[in-house]
Structures are given as C-alpha cells and as structure tokens.
C-alpha cells in the first residue's frame, strides 16, 4: 500500500524558514517524479514544485527563487525547503506522485502559516 506524509509545518513569522518533508512507503521514490502542491480554501490548488527523477526540479513563479525541492532516496523522502516565507505561502502543502498504472497518490498535507 503506498501511502504519503507530509510533516515539517507550522506557524512562523514573514521572513522565516521552514523545512517540509514528503516520506514516501510502499513503494520506491526514486522511480517517481514528486510534485508539491498548495491549497487556500476557496481557491484552485497550486504546483509549487516539481522533482524529477533525474532530480529536475521546476517551481511555481511566486516561490521561484525562495524554495528548493531535492530528494533523499535513500529515506524515500522529497524536501522542499522554503526560504523568506510570506503570508501569502500560507496553506495546506500536499504532496503525490503519479503512476502510470495506479493513478495518484496524495498525502493528507501539512499546514503552513505565516503571520507576525
């Protein structure tokens, strides 16, 4: 059964940091590209950032510049580091990969909040 987590979320005030983590089980990661998403409710969800197999990574042009997606296979774990965070980076951060076969998996997301 493959199933995703996200962890690393919180509360942290404009201009901090925060490190998320999508750990993956029941499969192996490194054959997957790993996509992060974003979702505010009332609004359409948003590709932050994208890692490929090779480990090409594309980002959405509001966080390009301020957060890296890089991927550790042997944790079977995705990392998106979000630097110079803002209040407008807060939301749900969920994560998935897609095969071919199965379809998509999504984890249950982890919420981020950025406010002073």
């Known amino acids: 059964q493959v199933q995703l987590v996200e962890t690393g979320g919180g509360l942290v005030q404009p201009g901090e940091s925060l490190r998320l983590a999508c750990t993956v089980s029941?499969?192996?990661?490194?054959?997957?590209?790993v996509n992060w998403y974003r979702q505010v409710p009332g609004k359409r969800r948003e590709l932050v950032a994208a890692?490929?197999?090779?480990?090409?990574?594309i980002y959405g042009d509001s966080v390009q510049g301020r957060f890296t997606c890089s991927r550790d296979n042997a944790k079977n774990t995705v990392i998106l580091q979000m630097d110079n965070l803002n209040p407008e980076d807060s939301a749900v951060y969920l994560c998935?990969?897609?095969?071919?076969?199965?379809?998509?998996?999504w984890g249950q997301g982890t919420q981020v909040t950025v406010s002073s």
């Open positions: 998935n990969i897609v095969d071919a076969v199965a379809g998509t998996y």
């Open positions: 029941g499969t192996d990661i490194s054959i997957y590209a």
């Open positions: 890692i490929g197999r090779g480990d090409a990574t």
